[in-house]
């Protein structure tokens, strides 16, 4: 009869739980640089990592501002730089892309070199990524064999059977 009561005490509760509002999302602007590998900044800060750069903003306040994002400043290799004002319009799209191009001063060809090293860097990366993967993988497949087999031995040591036993002469009492 307890037992009973709690249960029905318990989904009672669920009935008036809150309800769950995701969060809206976010808009997400992928920088393009040409050639690749530019170091970006915003706010004269730089960004972790080389172009191409998702940046992800909230969209309630971009279109407060008009669709405007804060200046991106690419700086490639050679000491080229380019700022732009990024404007989007949030209600058309939650993705965008920005390519910013590099103007046209002499040492392009450093930041075409340096932009074969970036993607060198960034396969190397991927690589080491599916590894990591793939150890964590296995470690989940033998840690979840490992409680299988430990469950098995559960069961079949009787355990679970006497459990069940004295649950059901508890539960007859009452």
């Known amino acids: 009869m307890r037992i009973l009561f709690l249960v029905v005490l318990l989904l009672s509760g669920c009935a008036s739980a809150p309800v ?30 080389y172009a191409p750069l998702t940046l992800s ?30 404007h989007i319009n949030p209600d058309e799209s939650y993705s965008w892309t920005q390519t910013i191009t590099r103007p046209a001063i002499p040492g392009r060809d450093i930041d075409e070199q340096f932009a074969l090293q970036v993607e060198a860097m960034r ?20 840690q979840s ?3 299988n087999a430990a469950l098995s031995n559960i069961v079949n ?18």
């Open 20 to 49: 769950y509002t995701p969060p809206p999302p976010q808009l997400r602007i992928t920088f393009i640089t040409d050639p690749p590998g530019a170091v970006l900044y915003q706010n004269g800060v730089r960004l972790d990592g």
């Open 57 to 86: 903003y909230d969209p309630n306040a971009t279109r407060k501002l008009g669709g405007n994002i804060t200046e991106v400043t690419a700086r490639w290799q050679s000491g080229a730089s380019i700022t732009i004002k990024p």
């Open 157 to 174: 040591s009787g355990v679970l059977s006497n459990i069940g036993q004295a649950l059901g002469g508890a539960l007859g009492r009452h």
């Open 123 to 142: 396969q190397q990366q991927q690589a080491q990524q599916i590894q990591q993967q793939q150890q964590y993988q296995q470690q989940q497949q033998q």
């Open 145 to 147: 064999s490992e409680s």
